[in-house]
């Protein structure tokens, strides 16, 4: 086990830059997601670490190795492909003992560790099928398997749950958490899904077009994201443009004034508001709108509100029965309400917007 | 429900007439080969097996024989690795611009009539003979380098559509996992690659086997493959005698083909 820095590691191509100076420590028994819309250049960062690409720029260090220039036989990761690439040709129990074999293990501990691995992984009694005779999830604990096998310094996992259906999904994203804590295993994990990055990393790297955007716990991203591309990309959340006016005041492009975190005046263009923070109401204080929908979730209300023209959903635990919130129908008047300290300035690329046309 | 009975019935006929047509050849070359009269005439007057011993009683057929499996057998020794490297280089290597002018070169055999390539060879061994002062025309090297040629397309196609199928990522892991390039090679792609390899050395082997065209220039006195041999008689004499030999022939190939088919399914990579 060990740790695992990126140094400022670039990938340029002919005519693109699939990853534009990287920088990230992952320490000692961490858990890093890198998330991302497809493109983004996460995969290209993996395969960099892997040494299946070689940086154009930049080094890598494992385990306070610089590696950047070691072939991918002499990295010490342990890494498990979307495809699983298990090898066909030989049974679960020649997949695992793989990687010990080349590294010249002695037999006798070669088939304790596969044992114990082909246990870790609920495999027991498979070792000797194929891979085509497994299952979709068989066949992922055992590339899972045969990656931890060998105890690997950096272990690096690319959509490895993008093959299983969802209930499977879930629960291998569970169990892989927890061997992931229960052996202290310095992780790079890929994925393109978020719910899976939230629940399963102790940091994430947010990255769009080759580059960071952000580095933070879930809660930090979501929270303080650094900018629109981070606060649209993690979680749902209303970005607003216009123009700031005075500090603490956010002028629409239809005039409305909306009320937001004063100190940040000069800090972008774009308002972000979190749909779940917006309070709904029929009276009392707040700014007038109209709405527009209501989409009844069962335990979570939608409101798509119009603000002087501008678009705003609003999610809120759905009202009791009887509360006069429950009748709410488009087309109804009704006040919008937040605390200026959740509207937040952000800066913001062309590109980042949802309704940006690019 | 009527129509696509039709339409089935028709398939039906389409099919079984294909195969007729294909078949039908082979087996009457089997059937003749056990008639007894000299000049083939239907129905038999009997039936007997002593065209097979008259053709085992002509050495020339037995050493033609002798020579064709020793000749396919080298060539396809030869012929298959050099292909496979050959497919290899062109799937993976960086070739730029020459890689498609590679690939025809290397199918080229296919496409070349064999009594041309056979006329081109012979030439060439002539003037090459000059150059190293020693006979290569009617040697058994000579045919081996000849028979290469015929092995070397069937061996590319065959190995390239089995790397198309590769999995990459398989040799990924193997060298994630701290294999040596060749180690990789040698233990993932390799054994990824035997059906189309198998596959290649059964159809190098036909093909050297069963060839007169390219062949016919290049034998010399004492030297005679057996489609030259059989040629060769056919010259003097139409009895069953050939169609005897070519039962033999017909059942080794068949044999290879179920043989083959054991260790690796041929539908799945032909």
């Known amino acids: ?358 | 429900m009527a129509g696509s009975r039709l339409q089935r019935a028709a398939f039906g006929v389409a099919v079984t007439g294909a195969y007729g047509l294909i078949l039908a050849p082979v087996l009457a070359v089997i059937v003749i080969s056990v008639f007894s009269q000299e000049i083939v005439s239907f129905p038999p007057q009997s039936l007997s097996l002593a065209w097979y011993a008259n053709a085992w009683e002509k050495r020339e057929f037995a050493r033609g024989f002798a020579t064709s499996l020793q000749l396919a057998l080298v060539a396809t020794a030869i012929g298959v690795p050099l292909g496979t490297a050959a497919a290899l280089a062109l799937s993976r290597a960086r070739l730029g611009g020459v890689r498609g002018a590679l690939n025809t070169l290397l199918l080229g055999p296919l496409a070349v009539p064999g009594v041309v390539a056979g006329t081109a060879l012979y030439l060439f061994y002539v003037r090459a003979e000059f150059w190293v002062d020693d006979d290569i025309k009617g040697t058994f090297p000579g045919l081996v380098a000849a028979h290469v040629l015929l092995t070397i397309p069937w061996t590319v196609r065959l190995v390239a559509a089995s790397l198309q199928g590769l999995d990459r990522a398989a040799e990924e892991a193997a060298a994630n996992l701290g294999a040596r390039p060749f180690t990789v090679f040698r233990r993932i792609t390799l054994p990824m690659l035997r059906p189309g390899v198998v596959a290649a050395c059964l159809f190098s082997f036909i093909q050297s086997f069963e060839n007169l065209e390219l062949t016919l220039l290049l034998v010399g006195p004492g030297r005679t493959t057996l489609p030259v041999a059989m040629l060769n008689y056919l010259e003097f004499r139409v009895d069953p005698t050939l169609a005897a030999v070519a039962t033999v022939q017909i059942a080794l190939v068949g044999a290879l083909m179920l043989i083959t088919d054991r260790f690796v399914s041929l539908s799945r990579v032909v």
């Open chain 1, 1 to 358: 086990m060990g740790t695992l820095t990126l140094d400022a590691i670039s990938r340029r191509y002919a005519t693109t830059v699939a990853v534009e100076r990287v920088d990230l420590d992952v320490a000692q028994g961490e858990f890093v997601a890198l998330l991302g819309p497809s493109g983004c250049g996460k995969t290209t960062t993996l395969r960099m670490v892997a040494g299946f690409v070689p940086p154009s720029s930049g080094r890598i260090l494992i385990a306070g190795r610089d590696v950047t220039k070691a072939p991918p036989h002499g990295r010490d990761t342990g890494m498990v492909f979307q495809s699983y690439a298990l090898f066909p040709h030989m049974t679960v129990g020649e997949n695992v003992a793989f990687g010990l074999e080349m590294r010249k293990v002695a037999r006798a501990e070669r088939d304790a560790r596969v044992r114990e691995a082909l246990r870790l992984a609920r495999l027991e009694g498979l070792a000797d099928r194929l891979p085509r005779q497994l299952s979709g999830g068989q066949q992922q604990r055992v590339a899972l398997a045969r990656a931890l096998v060998v105890n690997p310094a950096v272990f690096l996992l690319d959509e490895p749950l993008s093959n299983l259906d969802a209930k499977l999904r879930a629960e291998v994203r569970i169990e892989i958490r927890a061997l992931q804590q229960r052996l202290g295993l310095t992780t790079l994990f890929v994925t393109h899904d978020q719910e899976e990055a939230l629940t399963m990393a102790d940091r994430l790297v947010v990255m769009e077009r080759g580059r960071v955007r952000q580095i933070g716990t879930a809660e930090a991203l979501y929270e303080r994201p650094a900018d629109a591309f981070v606060a649209g990309f993690i979680g749902r959340c209303n970005l607003l443009r216009g123009t700031p006016e005075a500090p603490g005041r956010f002028r629409t492009p239809g005039g409305a004034l909306l009320p937001c975190l004063p100190q940040q005046a000069h800090h972008g263009q774009v308002l972000a508001l979190r749909p779940e923070r917006i309070a709904v109401a029929t009276a009392g204080d707040g700014l007038a709108a109209r709405l527009v929908a209501v989409t009844y979730l069962g335990a979570q209300t939608e409101y798509h509100l119009d603000l002087a023209g501008t678009r705003l959903l609003a999610i809120a635990p759905t009202p009791a029965e009887g509360d006069p919130r429950r009748a709410l129908a488009p087309g109804d008047a009704v006040l919008a309400l937040w605390d200026p300290a959740e509207a937040r300035l952000l800066p913001a690329e062309p590109g980042d917007l949802p309704d940006d046309a690019t």
